[in-house]
């Protein structure tokens, strides 16, 4: 079996990711990105907060220190009354515009070559309290681009609290379908900006495993919280059966031999005023690509490092800062010793993005975003590469108005809405200024620049 | 009865001096606190409680009693505490040792300017 059919067939969740794993060429990624974009206003009912003391700039997901305590505190909070319905809505609908017409072997299926709309995702939330301790994070997205649904995220918690050694101290359990899912900060794979990005767009390169998975694993994971500050997490996850993916629409990653394994620690510090964090965070797993082939996994272990810093002052001018870095050690076992789909046995992939957003009065944003991948010479890994490194680096540039999500906004908090326009520019993509696309064709990375003018609603 | 004239204004003064320094709050400032250390938790558009219970009119008011809010903890609730003034600073400063077993999650306020400003911004709203 080849393992690019394998994986093109493997990779189902993300139409951008898609294309990205077909350039990237034999096996480069896992790219199992989930649904991006996530607004919950169930929360906002359940606790009587307006959606902006969770989140910056009053819409999802970008998470404040009352967002982040109220996610370790297992989704439980409320403000006290009883018959809240854990139920939010959401749909995003895009237009996009890409540079140049992409080749027809990079066209989405049911669309054009360029200048493409789309009813991007509409999904259904079961999202709040179950109980004083329990409380869930599901996600289920219809996608109007693959044409089909997903279960996307599931992160359902335990968490209570307790003092230990004199201080206040949240102890939680979670079972979750990706690893990145359960952070409470914005720097990691699934909760960093972009929040929501056209499935059109060229994506931003090959990704580390952590933030690959999507919803093929299912991961049980115990947290704590110590004094408000310091925060560690320990994961171990297993891939779903064929049987359990195809039920749910989740692509397939390839068999776990053994679990993953999944780490983090943080320091966090909220000074009301303003607040920092900076962590680690790694992951460790041996993926069998091939689950009629079984015995020879190849190996990826990721170690990152992140931080994050905001003010919110009075709420009025708000600044962000995220960052990470992510360093990926690849032992090609099975691509390299078996199928010869590598030219290394060891490989790696460095992975760094930065975001910087203002937000004014809750209600207009701007952020602007650097990402650069980077990874070791594998012609053959990386066939559409014109230098055989998979580095792709540029930039993201968004502008967007959210009128409402406010305490005294309108319909508050029902109605929310968030307008926005983005524009990713590409340096490289795919090893250079210019790479092969579907049809062998040479393209230069800066024809893949995309505008994007989005609508983003939750009810 | 020159003595207790001193006395008398002895303690006059400290009695103005303490509710100078209340008055000596900036409520516009109070408000920029509030939205800083309170307004996550709080609300003072009224009727609305949130996590917290509503604080608008709390000057006055006896701890643990807003109706239509039901997350008090039981030592709130059993306190007896009228809020004035002295009893939020008291409060706000350290809000475990003046309700101890008390749900809010808050470890005070220490800045006593900030604290004026805030207290003069909450007995502004009635």
């Given at each position: 079996?080849?393992?690019?059919?394998?994986?093109?067939?493997?990779?189902?969740g993300?139409?951008?990711?898609?294309?990205?794993?077909?350039?990237?060429?034999?096996?480069?990624?896992?790219?199992l990105a989930a649904s991006l974009?996530?607004?919950?206003?169930?929360?906002?009912?359940?606790?009587?907060?307006?959606?902006?003391?969770?989140?910056?700039?009053?819409?999802?997901?970008?998470?404040?220190?009352?967002?982040?305590?109220?996610?370790?505190?297992?989704?439980?909070?409320?403000?006290?009354?009883?018959?809240?319905?854990?139920?939010?809505?959401?749909?995003?609908?895009?237009?996009?515009?890409?540079?140049?017409?992409?080749?027809?072997?990079?066209?989405?299926?049911?669309?054009?070559?360029?200048?493409?709309?789309?009813?991007?995702?509409?999904?259904?939330?079961?999202?709040?309290?179950?109980?004083?301790?329990?409380?869930?994070?599901?996600?289920?997205?219809?996608?109007?681009?693959?044409?089909?649904?997903?279960?996307d995220q599931?992160?359902?918690?335990?968490?209570?609290?307790?003092?230990?050694?004199?201080?206040?101290?949240?102890?939680?359990?979670?079972?979750?379908?990706n690893?990145?899912?359960?952070?409470?900060?914005?720097?990691?794979?699934q909760?960093?900006?972009?929040?929501?990005?056209?499935?059109?767009?060229?994506?931003?390169?090959?990704?580390?495993?952590?933030?690959?998975?999507g919803g093929?694993?299912?991961?049980?994971?115990?947290?704590?919280?110590?004094?408000?500050?310091?925060?560690?997490?320990?994961?171990?996850?297993?891939?779903?059966?064929?049987?359990?993916?195809?039920?749910?629409?989740?692509?397939?990653?390839?068999?776990?031999?053994?679990?993953?394994?999944?780490?983090?620690?943080?320091?966090?510090?909220?000074?009301?005023?303003?607040?920092?964090?900076?962590?680690?965070?790694?992951?460790?797993?041996?993926?069998?690509?091939?689950?009629?082939?079984?015995?020879?996994?190849?190996?990826?272990?990721?170690?990152?490092?992140?931080?994050?810093?905001?003010?919110?002052?009075?709420?009025?001018?708000?600044?962000?800062?995220?960052?990470?870095?992510?360093?990926?050690?690849?032992?090609?076992?099975?691509?390299?010793?078996?199928?010869?789909?590598?030219?290394?046995?060891?490989?790696?992939?460095?992975?760094?993005?930065?975001?910087?957003?203002?937000?004014?009065?809750?209600?207009?944003?701007?952020?602007?975003?650097?990402?650069?991948?980077?990874?070791?010479?594998?012609?053959?890994?990386?066939?559409?590469?014109?230098?055989?490194?998979?580095?792709?680096?540029?930039?993201?540039?968004?502008?967007?108005?959210?009128?409402?999500?406010?305490?005294?906004?309108?319909?508050?908090?029902?109605?929310?809405?968030?307008?926005?326009?983005?524009?990713?520019?590409?340096?490289?993509?795919?090893?250079?200024?210019?790479?092969?696309?579907?049809?062998?064709?040479?393209?230069?990375?800066?024809?893949?620049?995309?505008?994007?003018?989005?609508?983003?609603?939750?009810? | 009865?020159?003595?207790?004239?001193?006395?008398?204004?002895?303690?006059?003064?400290?009695?103005?001096?303490?509710?100078?320094?209340?008055?000596?709050?900036?409520?516009?400032?109070?408000?920029?606190?509030?939205?800083?250390?309170?307004?996550?938790?709080?609300?003072?558009?009224?009727?609305?409680?949130?996590?917290?219970?509503?604080?608008?009119?709390?000057?006055?008011?006896?701890?643990?009693?807003?109706?239509?809010?039901?997350?008090?903890?039981?030592?709130?609730?059993?306190?007896?505490?009228?809020?004035?003034?002295?009893?939020?600073?008291?409060?706000?400063?350290?809000?475990?040792?003046?309700?101890?077993?008390?749900?809010?999650?808050?470890?005070?306020?220490?800045?006593?300017?900030?604290?004026?400003?805030?207290?003069?911004?909450?007995?502004?709203?009635?």
């Amino acid at each position: 079996m080849s393992v690019l059919a394998a994986v093109q067939r493997r990779i189902q969740g993300h139409a951008g990711w898609r294309r990205i794993a077909r350039v990237a060429g034999v096996g480069a990624v896992l790219c199992l990105a989930a649904s991006l974009a996530q607004a919950v206003p169930s929360y906002a009912r359940q606790t009587g907060a307006e959606c902006a003391s969770c989140h910056v700039g009053g819409f999802g997901p970008q998470l404040t220190p009352y967002g982040i305590k109220f996610k370790i505190g297992g989704y439980t909070d409320s403000d006290g009354k009883d018959g809240k319905i854990p139920v939010s809505a959401m749909l995003v609908a895009n237009f996009t515009r890409t540079a140049k017409n992409v080749s027809e072997g990079d066209k989405v299926e049911h669309f054009d070559t360029n200048n493409n709309a789309a009813m991007q995702e509409a999904s259904l939330f079961l999202a709040g309290r179950l109980t004083d301790n329990v409380g869930a994070f599901v996600q289920s997205t219809y996608s109007g681009v693959e044409r089909k649904w997903a279960l996307d995220q599931v992160d359902v918690r335990y968490a209570r609290n307790l003092q230990l050694g004199g201080k206040e101290t949240t102890i939680g359990l979670s079972l979750n379908s990706n690893p990145t899912l359960t952070d409470p900060f914005n720097t990691l794979g699934q909760w960093r900006f972009p929040y929501t990005t056209s499935d059109f767009n060229a994506g931003f390169g090959p990704s580390p495993l952590v933030e690959s998975l999507g919803g093929s694993v299912v991961g049980a994971n115990a947290y704590a919280f110590f004094d408000n500050s310091i925060y560690a997490e320990l994961g171990l996850y297993e891939t779903l059966s064929k049987t359990g993916l195809n039920m749910i629409n989740a692509g397939d990653a390839g068999k776990f031999k053994g679990v993953g394994t999944y780490g983090r620690v943080a320091y966090f510090k909220d000074m009301k005023r303003d607040n920092f964090s900076v962590g680690l965070f790694g992951f460790n797993a041996d993926v069998q690509p091939d689950r009629s082939d079984l015995g020879t996994a190849d190996n990826y272990r990721d170690l990152g490092v992140d931080a994050s810093y905001q003010y919110l002052g009075n709420r009025r001018h708000i600044f962000t800062v995220n960052a990470s870095y992510v360093k990926e050690w690849q032992k090609l076992n099975y691509t390299f010793g078996n199928l010869a789909e590598s030219d290394n046995l060891k490989n790696s992939l460095n992975q760094f993005r930065l975001a910087g957003s203002y937000h004014y009065n809750q209600t207009w944003g701007a952020t602007a975003a650097v990402f650069d991948t980077r990874g070791n010479t594998d012609v053959t890994r990386y066939a559409s590469s014109l230098s055989g490194t998979p580095n792709t680096s540029g930039y993201v540039l968004q502008a967007d108005w959210t009128p409402w999500g406010k305490e005294n906004s309108w319909m508050s908090p029902w109605a929310n809405v968030r307008v926005g326009v983005q524009y990713t520019g590409y340096n490289r993509f795919m090893g250079g200024s210019s790479y092969l696309d579907a049809d062998g064709n040479e393209r230069r990375a800066r024809d893949n620049n995309t505008t994007m003018l989005f609508l983003w609603t939750s009810i | 009865m020159k003595m207790h004239h001193i006395c008398f204004a002895i303690c006059l003064t400290a009695l103005l001096g303490n509710s100078q320094s209340w008055a000596s709050g900036d409520p516009k400032k109070g408000a920029d606190v509030f939205a800083e250390e309170c307004g996550d938790c709080h609300s003072v558009a009224p009727g609305k409680n949130k996590k917290g219970p509503n604080l608008l009119g709390l000057n006055g008011r006896k701890a643990g009693s807003v109706v239509d809010f039901s997350g008090y903890s039981d030592a709130m609730k059993q306190s007896a505490i009228v809020w004035n003034p002295e009893r939020i600073d008291a409060y706000i400063t350290q809000p475990r040792k003046v309700v101890a077993g008390g749900k809010m999650k808050y470890d005070g306020l220490p800045d006593a300017g900030a604290r004026a400003d805030v207290i003069a911004y909450l007995t502004t709203l009635k």
